[in-house]
């Protein structure tokens, strides 16, 4: 079955993102799915999920800030920095509120992070958490984050609450751990949710059990958002019957027979006539062409 377009799902906890994306692919009865950004086991929250042409949004998406609530308690160290984990220290705790919110502070703007064990990221070719199930740690080059806003307030005793929006790639349970390690106590995750990815909140998810109501109704096009959807900062660009034609070929066409295009230099959501999103493609002034990125249609030129 050829089904194209995104669901927002609201990520249960204590399933992997695979496991979503191995259950929805068997609930919709499509081959061609992926998601956009793993999240953790215990995590819940905003997990877009591409489905057949979709899925050539994945490299192209043009925002990759996240926003994550969390809940972290001082005083406790786990080997996954989560309460889920080993307990591998306990302190004391002497910080105030007032230090929290400094120690937090502190980490505004652009960083360095090392990647946590228990994560996905491969170092030579193997995934960091298959080799912390076996005890074994290997050395991790750290990356640059960016921690764009935060807002930290306390929740109980030694436990504290966390609004953050950063950078992709950034791991909320090792910003906890560092803010714990700053304030000499340690730190570690009680609860996680991811309340907005690629320009998406967490008002427009809907549950997988939600999912599979919608399919079995045949109703499944009510929740599918459109590929274009998360392309919407570009300026879009109608092409006429003959040069759409040429256009799902993969000809170039020149930029001098267009008439009206918007001035960008960047990208433009190119359409049809029928308004059928054809492709997200560059306008290269350089070369005076405009060049496709990316195909999100199933006629003309195969999709593969």
């Not at 919110?101 to 980490?107: G, H, L, R, T, Y």
């Not at 050395?139 to 950078?167: G, H, M, N, P, W």
């Not at 910003?175 to 000499?184: M, P, Y």
């Amino acid at each position: 079955m050829n089904i194209d377009g995104i669901i927002l799902i609201d990520k249960p906890a204590d399933f992997t993102s695979f496991d979503v994306v191995a259950k929805l692919r068997g609930i919709v009865g499509t081959k061609k799915i992926g998601h956009g950004g793993t999240l953790d086991p215990m995590a819940t929250g905003v997990l877009p999920v591409f489905l057949g042409t979709a899925t050539r949004c994945c490299s192209l998406l043009p925002e990759k800030r996240k926003r994550y609530r969390a809940r972290f308690r001082l005083g406790i160290s786990t080997d996954t920095q989560d309460i889920s984990g080993r307990e591998t220290a306990r302190r004391e705790v002497t910080a105030s509120e007032a230090d929290v919110i400094a120690a937090a502070d502190s980490f505004l703007g652009k960083s360095e992070q090392l990647p946590p064990m228990y994560s996905a990221v491969k170092v030579n070719g193997r995934r960091l958490y298959d080799l912390a199930r076996k005890n074994l740690e290997v050395e991790r080059e750290k990356r640059t984050i960016e921690i764009f806003s935060l807002k930290v307030e306390r929740f109980a005793q030694d436990e504290y609450t966390i609004e953050v929006e950063c950078s992709q790639g950034t791991y909320i349970r090792t910003l906890c751990s560092d803010i714990g390690e700053r304030l000499g106590c340690g730190a570690t995750v009680t609860y996680l949710r991811r309340t907005g990815s690629s320009g998406f909140g967490e008002e427009r998810c809907v549950t997988m059990e939600k999912v599979r109501e919608l399919v079995a109704e045949g109703r499944l096009g009510e929740i599918l958002l459109t590929a274009d959807s998360v392309f919407t900062q570009y300026p879009a660009y109608t092409l006429g019957e003959f040069d759409a034609r040429l256009h799902l070929n993969g000809v170039r066409i020149w930029l001098s027979r267009l008439e009206e295009l918007p001035e960008t230099d960047g990208y433009i959501r190119v359409y049809d006539e029928n308004g059928q999103f054809l492709s997200l493609s560059e306008t290269d002034r350089e070369a005076g062409q405009l060049v496709p990125k990316a195909y999100f249609c199933r006629y003309g030129q195969p999709v593969t």
